[in-house]
């Protein structure tokens, strides 16, 4: 009996998840009610809170049920294989894109990141976990063109955290504008040439 009243728990739980998943994108985060997220799920308001403490609670557990694409990215230029680690870095990135493109799942949950969080009170944990994963890949980012600057004796063409809030302005910027009309241009091959480009020019390869 425990366990089957685990697996309800986790069952309304993913149900909760998934309808966050659907309101919030049609209707935008502060735009959205706990209740509404309760009707759509088929369950009450005290169930939420059994689960979550608040909206920017459950807007952060939906989040962590997916591996955003720049977070992948992050795990790949981590990896402790030596060696200049850009071309890790741009293959990383190109599956970034790719994923966008074809994970459903991930496309929702970026779109809402990007497009319907309102950054008002109530959602201030929101933005802080937004600023946070901003920061970290870009450090990464900054870590890793370095790195390859060293490997190559060679100096970057601007200051190395420059560099990096760059990239990541630039990648993060593909893919925003891409949601915004999927069918304007092909995210994976566009991006790809724009980060091999964007490269070239601070002098990595």
């Known amino acids: 009996m425990a366990r089957r009243s685990k697996e309800d728990a986790l069952a309304t739980r993913n149900s909760l998840l998934d309808a966050a998943e659907r309101v919030f994108l ?14 759509a799920a088929g369950t009450t308001r005290g169930a939420i809170y059994w689960h979550f403490r608040d909206k920017a609670d459950l807007f952060n ?21 030596g060696g200049d680690p850009v071309p890790r870095l741009k293959k990383a990135l190109r599956a970034a894109l790719r994923q966008t493109v ?28 937004h600023r946070q994963m901003q920061d ?29 809030q760059g990239l990541h302005a630039l990648v993060d910027g593909l893919i925003q504008n891409w949601l915004l009309e999927p069918e304007g241009f092909d ?12 490269l070239q020019g601070i002098g990595v390869q």
Not at 61 to 81: F, G, I
Request: net charge negative.
């Open 61 to 81: 557990a939906m989040m962590d049920r997916v591996v955003m694409p720049l977070q992948c990215a992050l795990a790949s230029v981590q990896e402790p294989t």
């Open 26 to 39: 049609a209707q935008g985060v502060a735009g959205t009610s706990l209740n509404d997220i309760a009707l």
């Open 102 to 129: 074809e994970d459903p799942q991930t496309r929702r949950v970026f779109e809402v990141a990007t497009h319907k969080v309102e950054y008002v009170d109530s959602l201030c944990e929101v933005r802080e976990r």
């Open 187 to 198: 995210l994976e091959t566009v991006g790809t040439k724009a980060i091999d480009a964007y």
């Open 136 to 164: 970290r890949v870009v450090g990464q980012f900054r870590q890793a063109l370095l790195r390859s600057a060293e490997v190559h004796g060679v100096r970057l063409a601007v200051p190395a955290t420059t560099a990096a």
